[in-house]
């Protein structure tokens, strides 16, 4: 499955727009999180577990919409956009959010 944030992919033609697929992800944030990230905050420098959760949402997102475009018959997402967002009472949960175009190319 090719994926791309453009809104065609070079050298294939789409033959068919099969719809909006989307992938949303919600993760939850533990307390050592929050304190390594307080840390960082005061000294400066990069929050390791953030990012690996951030990661893995952006690549469970990408895999659920992945999985959708297949099963509406797409071979292709075109024009993909990922959003990210703390949700929860206190912001402790972190949200993936992907959404594309599935299109059948040749």
Do not use: C
Not at 28 to 50: M, Q, S, T
């Amino acid at each position: 499955m090719i994926v791309v944030t453009t809104p065609s992919i070079q050298g294939k033609d789409i033959r068919a727009y099969k719809g909006l697929v989307t992938g949303d992800i919600v993760v939850g944030v533990n307390f050592l999180k929050d304190w390594e990230a307080g840390i960082k905050d005061a000294l400066g420098g990069r929050v390791g577990g953030y990012e690996k959760d951030l990661q893995e949402a952006k690549r469970l997102a990408l895999a659920q919409m992945t999985e959708q475009a297949e099963n509406i018959g797409a071979n292709a997402i075109v024009g993909v956009n990922f959003q990210y967002a703390a949700v929860g009472q206190h912001g402790t949960m972190l949200l993936a959010s992907a959404v594309g175009t599935a299109v059948v190319i040749d």
